[in-house]
């Protein structure tokens, strides 16, 4: 099973992750967890460029940057993985690039469509988790109110990360639009509840599915 998580920066995928990794493991599954971009020599070294602060990279750029260390993930570890019966946790998939390139970038999404479509090998998620945050409340976890930025520009985030809040909330406005268009696999959360009552949540989807297949 592909199983993939999204959101904005902040929203607490990473720990989600890990829940879940361990909760898969306890029930006897064979599990991988990977992040994007990365997972592989190469992927990790575009993520370098990608998320280097003094970088000034394109849209174009940056989207085919993203889906070069997609194509690699996809075709080194993601498809042998799955052919093997190992279950795939992946921190981001192709549904940020249309959420962060597409809408916050402003990219065509029919472009994207076909970029996402080489890059991932043609591979879908069994089911994605979007933890669901305001820009705004993704600050406040990152800093305290002190030294809270007047919006994501700081020397302590990332190139991405440092787009400023205006991008954010159109990001954050694609996710929703993916959801609505692919409710079959798309599960929205709202990251406020406690790590705990989301892991509920998403083991509850998940025991549905398994009883399904």
């Known amino acids: 099973m592909l199983i993939t998580f999204e959101g904005i920066d902040g929203a607490g995928k990473s720990t989600q992750v890990t829940k879940l990794k361990r909760h898969l493991e306890e029930l006897g599954r064979e599990v991988m967890t990977l992040r994007e971009p990365g997972g592989t020599p190469v992927a990790e070294q575009i993520r370098e460029l990608l998320l280097e602060s003094r970088n000034d990279i394109t849209p174009v750029g940056e989207l085919l940057l993203f889906a070069a260390s997609r194509a690699e993930l996809a075709q080194r570890v993601i498809l042998p993985a799955l052919e093997s019966g190992t279950d795939v946790i992946l921190d ?4 940020s690039t249309t959420a ?11 472009m994207l469509a076909e970029i996402n479509r080489i890059a991932s090998c043609g591979l879908s998620p069994d089911v994605t988790f979007f ?8 600050l406040m976890r990152k800093f305290s ?28 406005s694609g996710y929703h639009a993916i959801g609505a268009e692919n409710p079959d696999r798309f599960v929205t959360l709202d990251a406020l509840l406690s790590p705990a009552e989301i892991h509920r949540e998403i083991v509850a989807k998940l025991d549905a599915l398994f009883a399904k297949s």
């Open 92 to 95: 981001r998939f192709f549904d």
């Open 100 to 110: 962060y390139q597409g809408y916050g970038r402003g990219l065509d999404l029919d």
């Open 131 to 138: 933890l669901d945050l305001t820009p705004e409340d993704a």
């Open 145 to 172: 109110e002190k030294s809270l930025p007047l919006a994501f520009e700081s020397e302590e985030l990332d190139r991405m990360e440092n787009s400023g809040l205006d991008f954010y909330r159109r990001v954050r």
